[in-house]
């Protein structure tokens, strides 16, 4: 029985692939984040793997926070997964899954900061899987190395 808990779809891990935050010390501001990401994704079938780059821009209306964070996370996939089954895994978890990591980042580089903690606000990503879909490349085959 106890293969039958292994999940199908595993976070693998991910990477800050560039950052960009800019917010001035000491100013208080009413926090108010405006959010916008962009995202692709990369199916390697070969390898089971599934890429995904997510962009986020974050913004305040009133405020002197702007960040423009670029990531990339990487997921393993069973092969015995249907594509329509993983299309639910790559298009809305694998966003919900990887952007707390981008939260918790920019959380810790602020505090690092010596200024005011930002802690982006949680948000649902289930709108953003019909664009994913549209930015997703299936990779049938790698060249070896």
């Known amino acids: 029985m106890g293969h039958n808990n292994i999940s199908k779809f595993q976070f693998i891990g991910f990477q800050i692939l560039e950052s960009k935050i800019s917010h001035v010390v000491g100013k208080k501001a009413k926090r108010e984040f405006q959010v916008g990401f962009d995202l692709k994704g990369k199916i390697y079938k070969e390898k089971n793997l599934f890429e995904l780059f997510l962009d986020v821009q974050i913004s305040e209306a009133t405020g002197p926070f702007s960040a423009e964070i670029k990531s990339l996370g ?49 948000i649902n990503l289930t709108a953003l899987g019909e664009s994913l879909k549209k930015n997703t490349e299936v990779i049938q085959f790698t060249d070896k190395e």
Not at 75 to 85: I, Q, S
Not at 98 to 104: K, M
């Open 74 to 122: 990487k997921f393993h996939f069973d092969k015995k997964l249907e594509m329509r089954e993983l299309s639910n895994y790559f298009y809305i978890n694998a966003p919900a899954i990887l952007f707390p990591y981008i939260r918790a980042y920019i959380s810790s580089l602020t505090a690092l900061s010596g200024g005011e903690t930002v802690t982006l606000p949680t």
